[in-house]
């Protein structure tokens, strides 16, 4: 079985300042990893993923985030926040490279002025 | 290219009665998977099809069924329909096993 934390449910950082989303996991097999944004009234776009290789992954919209096997944790991190950034953040695993994903229950990452 | 489109966008139902809802995939998309979106949580996943047949299946009552056309194409039903079924459905399509799901808008299913 497989689950996924995400410790903030809501993250309010002001635009251009550095944001870091916490998602932390717990699973009996090796897993992969992804990280989704959801906007307002949309579906989920895929920001990164980790499938092997590298442990710093980086995404779209300067977004990237570290796999931390000790720590069991895929926190995703941007230097530099924009407005439209903002949005619903999901950090999800999966056994496989995308089938049966296990998301978290997102953070709200709430850009302001 | 069209991304994963679903239909409707929104739908109203009645507790008890039956719901049907649809997702096409990306064209050369042989994979399609429901996942249901409760208002405030994060997706959770119902099931899983590959060339027409069931690959996977989540944590759901009898009442919840899918199949998948020939075309890829993709239905997911819902029996005896709930106030808590309530949500966002939402459909994702993969060109094959273990490849980068695409998701749709999604179906926003309301039950009173």
């Known amino acids: 079985a497989q689950s996924v934390t995400q410790l903030d449910s809501q993250v309010p950082v002001f635009e251009e300042a550095p944001v870091e989303l916490r998602c932390n996991y717990s699973?009996?097999?090796?897993?992969?990893l992804f990280w989704y944004v959801q906007y307002p009234n949309q579906g989920l776009q895929l920001l990164l993923k980790?499938?092997?290789?590298?442990?710093l992954v980086k995404g779209i919209n300067g977004f990237e985030a570290e796999f931390n096997k000790s720590q069991t944790s895929f926190h995703l991190r941007k230097p530099s926040v924009h407005i439209s950034d903002t949005a619903e953040y999901f950090c999800?695993?999966?056994?496989?490279?995308?089938?049966?994903?296990?998301f978290g229950g997102g953070t709200r990452l709430m850009v302001k002025p | 290219d069209a991304g994963v489109t679903q239909s409707p966008t929104h739908l109203i139902k009645t507790r008890g009665q039956h719901v049907t809802l649809r997702c096409s995939p990306i064209?050369?998309?042989?994979?399609v998977s429901w996942y249901q979106q409760v208002l405030g949580q994060g997706p959770q996943f119902i099931f899983q099809?590959?060339?027409?047949?069931?690959?996977g299946r989540g944590n759901f009552p009898d009442r919840f069924s899918a199949r998948q056309f020939p075309n890829y194409s993709s239905e997911l039903n819902v029996n005896a329909l709930l106030l808590g079924d309530s949500a966002l459905y939402l459909c994702?399509?993969?060109?094959?096993?273990?490849?980068?799901?695409?998701f749709g808008q999604g179906t926003r299913l309301t039950v009173v």
């Open positions: 994702a399509s993969r060109i094959k096993d273990n490849t980068e799901a695409f």
């Open positions: 099809y590959y060339e027409k047949e069931e690959r």
């Open positions: 699973s009996s097999v090796s897993v992969y």
């Open positions: 980790y499938l092997s290789g590298s442990t």
């Open positions: 064209s050369g998309h042989k994979s």
């Open positions: 999800a695993v999966s056994p496989n490279a995308g089938n049966m994903l296990t």
